[in-house]
């Protein structure tokens, strides 16, 4: 691209000397009055054709310019815009491009308001030239003023109007990944429009918008030195730019961190950008000569300068899982990766702090029975993990309450009293029968008491249904251990 960029410019000026190959059209000039010397332009141009290309007979309105390394030759090729460049050591091509469709040398062209005027095709010079995996786009320069936009892809073409209005003659340059800018437009590689921006970029000497890294067909990120946007001649400012809209998405300062005069000159530099944390480096040089540099890293998605710490990637919990009985705590504790993390801030919460509450320093406290998530969230990158709590209710010490004489005061029993001893049995007297003394074993598992006399083989099961220092109540269960019987019995402790 650089190289016919650079040819072109250089054959602009040969068309400004009305240098032409393409049939009857005369020059005005002075009479001859002495001959020649030096061979023509039309002689240097035809020995060039024939020496590199052959025989060129089927190439009219022919031109050619010699660079350092390479010569462009030009012309329409069986009617068809042709141009090629050779390198001058090996005289080999380098490459050829030639329009799909064929181009007369009378050109209609708009003048506006429905006006065209006829032009005679003198002269065709490339501007720019992109390969792309479709086909090729194309600026050339009719007659030194018109601007032919060509797009080919596919076996297809399409180009725009020829049109008299200069600031409607507009070259294409190299835009996001195929796409190209001509005027105020953005192309596609096939010539569809994909947008039209409020205000055209501006391009450098390489055709690339200026000191801009492009990140879609909108959007680009742009750095500026001296006064932009409210940043002062002393410093750098970064923008994230939407060229569509003509407007910043944000705009950041970077402030050295030593002091910079006005005039010091300064260069930055992309070093790295393969992530949304792009790194920059900036050289400034001073007017006496010195020379210092800083580097700084910036995220393009909201413009904030990254400084380098480290950052929190993970977090665990020492249980996942904890068992209490209301009333009871427990000390969670999270650790947070790595160790050496800069920000190691967690947020602790609970799902229901009516069964489980915690604190922020990971203490979990027992409330009511039920299931409950408690969970840790990194400050820092939002990391988190739970432990699930699962509490009970709390129940009494009904083994070490139930020992002692207790006095029956309802039920149908023949016991009027019964005697729980610490040893896990019983014994059953009545003061109607001196007679009658019954022993057994019991045990309590939950709010169940159980009780074998010792003349039978299966448990007498009761449900609990009060105890303390001077009552017990109980009601008879099924063998099930479930459903009640219907019998109930109430005890008044005696000793």
């Known amino acids: 691209m650089k190289s016919i960029r650079l040819l072109a410019t250089s054959l602009l000026v040969a068309l400004g000397m009305g240098v032409s190959s393409c049939g009857d059209d005369t020059l005005d000039s002075e009479p001859i009055t002495t001959l020649p010397t030096e061979p023509s332009i039309f002689e240097k141009m035809d020995k060039a054709f024939a020496e590199y290309i052959g025989d060129y007979s089927n190439i009219t309105c022919r031109y050619y310019q010699e660079g350092e390394s390479s010569i462009l030759f030009t012309g329409l090729k069986n009617k068809h815009l042709w141009f090629a460049e050779y390198g001058t050591a090996t005289k080999g091509i380098r490459f050829e ?213 480290v950052k929190v990637t993970g977090i665990s919990i020492n249980e996942q899982s904890v068992s209490l009985k209301q009333g009871e705590a427990f000390q969670l504790i999270a650790t947070v990766q790595p160790d050496n993390a800069n920000n190691k801030k967690v947020i602790w919460s609970s799902s229901n702090e009516v069964v489980a509450s915690v604190n922020q320093d990971g203490l979990v406290t027992a409330n009511s029975a039920g299931e409950a998530n408690i969970t840790v969230i990194t400050e820092d990158g939002g990391f988190s993990t739970t432990a699930i709590v699962t509490v009970t209710k709390k129940q009494d010490n009904y083994t070490s309450l139930i020992v002692g004489k207790w006095k ?37 598992d939950g709010n169940k008491l159980y009780e074998m006399y010792s003349d039978e083989e299966e448990w007498i099961i009761s449900d609990i249904l009060l105890l303390n220092s001077m009552t017990l109540s109980v009601q008879e269960l099924e063998a099930d251990g479930v459903t009640p019987s219907g019998k109930k019995f109430a005890y008044q402790r005696v000793k």
């Not at 910043?248 to 005039?263: G, L």
């Not at 007297?429 to 074993?441: D, I, Q, R």
């Open 408 to 444: 029956l005061t309802s039920g149908d029993a023949n016991a009027t009293h019964v005697t729980y001893k610490s040893d896990g049995t019983f014994e059953c007297t009545s003061t109607e029968n001196p007679l009658y003394n019954e022993v057994g074993k019991y045990k309590i």
């Open 97 to 309: 491009w030639t329009d799909i469709e064929e181009t007369d040398t009378i050109q209609k062209v708009y003048k506006g308001y429905g006006e065209y005027e006829t032009i005679k095709l003198n002269n065709i010079l490339p501007l720019f030239h992109k390969k792309t995996t479709v086909g090729n786009i194309v600026t050339l320069a009719l007659n030194g003023y018109l601007r032919q936009n060509i797009f080919t892809f596919n076996g297809k073409t399409k180009r725009n109007q020829l049109q008299s209005d200069h600031s409607k003659n507009k070259t294409a340059y190299s835009w996001f990944q195929e796409s190209v800018f001509i005027g105020n437009c953005c192309y596609s590689n096939e010539g569809d429009t994909i947008y039209v921006a409020n205000q055209p970029p501006q391009f450098d000497s390489q055709g690339m918008p200026v000191d801009t890294e492009l990140i879609s067909y909108e959007e680009g990120i742009r750095f500026r030195t001296g006064y932009f946007e409210g940043v002062s001649a002393e410093n750098i400012s970064i923008s994230r730019y939407n060229y569509k809209d003509a407007k910043s998405v944000w705009v950041t300062r970077i402030v050295p961190p030593f002091d910079v005069t006005s005039e010091a000159k300064r260069v930055l530099t992309l070093t790295g950008n393969t992530t949304n944390i792009w790194n920059y480096k900036c050289e400034v040089t001073f007017y006496d000569g010195t020379k210092k540099d800083f580097t700084f890293k910036i995220n393009i998605d909201n413009g904030k300068i990254v400084t380098d710490e």
